[in-house]
């Protein structure tokens, strides 16, 4: 059964502000994080939410997904435009195993000598 994702997004919202209760300087550290890239104004917020969903899926952080979905379709993205930045994804991820992957190989060298 999929994930309902607005019922997730309302539960997510809700322990993160019992966190913020305990933890006030943690959230509004994680806040300004957050909104510093957007100061810069290089980037629409569209672009950056698709940019958010790829590392999404790329971190495989459901919150994420949920927030950034919700925020990329208010900000205009369409449905081929979420795809087209998770095929982005799909392809840095793949590339990404095979790197690492190389990575093992080296290691595999280096402790067989």
């Given at each position: 059964m999929m994930l309902d994702w607005?019922?997730?997004?309302?539960?997510?919202?809700?322990t993160i502000g019992q966190i913020a209760a305990l933890s006030p300087d943690t959230v509004r550290g994680y806040r300004a994080l957050s909104d510093a890239g957007s100061k810069?104004?290089?980037?629409?917020?569209?672009?950056?939410?698709?940019?958010?969903?790829?590392?999404?899926?790329?971190?495989?952080?459901?919150?994420?997904?949920?927030?950034?979905?919700?925020?990329?379709?208010?900000?205009?993205?369409?449905?081929?435009?979420?795809?087209?930045?998770?095929?982005?994804?799909?392809g840095v991820n793949a590339g990404a195993a095979l790197v690492y992957s190389a990575r093992v190989m080296d290691a595999y060298v280096a402790k067989t000598r």
């Open positions: 607005n019922n997730y997004q309302a539960q997510l919202l809700d810069t104004g290089k980037l629409n917020t569209k672009m950056r939410e698709l940019i958010a969903l790829a590392v999404a899926v790329s971190l495989r952080c459901d919150g994420c997904i949920t927030t950034h979905t919700d925020a990329a379709i208010k900000a205009g993205a369409s449905k081929e435009e979420i795809a087209e930045a998770l095929g982005v994804a799909i």
